[in-house]
């Protein structure tokens, strides 16, 4: 599992959300990277701190940019988490029964 260093602006989002919000958002994020498998690489994408799979592994996207595997976001009125499983049927089947 993942034990990869938190770098200082996926800190400083998760630091950024305050109240009842910001102790939510951290303890997702604090479960999902205690979760996450090697390979993919934390940093903030699209506005919100996440893994992605690096472009080193598929560089191939259509726009150029990581794809994004597991994002958290604190949006105006409630915190988000997204899940991304790229058309990969045995994926979603071993999520789904997880």
């Given at each position: 599992m993942?034990?990869?260093?938190v770098p200082e602006?996926?800190?400083a989002y998760l630091d950024g959300v305050e109240g009842e919000r910001g102790v939510a958002l951290r303890a997702m994020f604090e479960t999902v990277h205690a979760a996450m498998p090697d390979g993919?690489?934390?940093g903030i994408s699209y506005g919100m701190a996440g893994w992605v799979i690096p472009l080193e592994?598929?560089?191939n996207t259509y726009?150029?940019?990581p794809l994004s595997y597991v994002s958290l976001a604190a949006q105006k009125n409630y915190n988000a988490l997204y899940l991304s499983i790229y058309?990969?049927?045995e994926m979603d089947v071993a999520f789904r029964a997880e």
């Open positions: 993942s034990k990869q260093l602006d996926v800190r993919y690489e934390l592994r598929h560089p726009n150029k940019q058309a990969d049927s």
